[in-house]
């Protein structure tokens, strides 16, 4: 596994642009408590009264994704937060892909998630009453029932992401895990989903990537200048 500490230089940058689609019902979620006055018991997520979906949630979902992949293909993979695992890749200068993208604490991230808003501030909620099982007793638990906010389905979100020191769309063949990796992210995030958000079980936060763009940029005599760009998918 190689040693990903490049960030002593930029060699490049890799800005995916593309709009996301939430199939499903979707709640990323304020937490239990409901601020004081909120008609309903869960509410969604709101930045100065929009709708939106943290770039840090996007970058621990696709993390998982990685994660999960990584696996698949017979790649060794450590806890995010095992400290020695951590501490002897850094030792050792030995990287796995995972850490190689998305960072430790003894790495930083080569990747920027951005977060995410209804597309021109256009969208929906609803809200539908639900209630907790009694897992003891199988049954409705009295006094359960709660309100939650929901975003409608189909409702188009801004998606960006930066790529940074990672030539994902290089012309020459580069046998790069990270790259490997990256692109099967984006290609099960624009044919099957990924889900997020809560209640994921029942099906809710299945999101997908539409329209998606990128844009390669490196320094030229001294510049950040675009050089490259295409479909994403």
Avoid at 44 to 51: A, C, D, K, L, S
Wanted: charged letters at 30%.
């Amino acid at each position: 596994m190689p040693d990903y500490r490049d960030f002593d230089r930029l060699n490049i940058i890799i800005r995916i642009e593309g709009i996301l689609v939430n199939e499903t019902p979707l709640r990323i979620g304020t937490g239990k408590e409901p601020s004081l006055g909120a008609p309903v018991d869960v509410a969604v997520y709101r930045v100065n009264g929009i709708p939106c979906i943290p770039g840090s949630s996007l970058k621990g979902l696709f993390r998982n994704y990685v994660e999960m992949a990584s696996t698949s293909k017979g790649v060794k993979v450590h806890e995010p937060w095992n400290k020695d695992a951590i501490e002897d890749e850094a030792k050792r200068g030995d990287f796995c892909p995972v850490c190689g993208i998305f960072g430790s604490t003894e790495l930083a991230s080569h990747i920027r998630v951005y977060d995410a808003f209804p597309k021109d501030n256009r969208f929906y909620s609803f809200q539908k009453t639900g209630t907790s099982i009694d897992r003891e007793f199988g049954s409705v638990r009295a006094g359960s029932l709660f309100t939650e906010e929901l975003i409608t389905p189909m409702t188009e979100w801004t998606f960006k992401m930066d790529v940074i020191n990672i030539d994902l769309y290089s012309e020459q063949e580069v046998e790069e895990k990270r790259q490997e990796l990256l692109k099967s992210l984006l290609t099960t995030l624009t044919t099957i989903g990924l889900s997020i958000g809560s209640r994921k079980s029942v099906g809710y936060g299945l999101i997908k990537l539409k329209e998606a763009k990128w844009r390669k940029y490196k320094f030229v005599e001294g510049e950040l200048k675009l050089v490259d760009k295409g479909d994403a998918i």
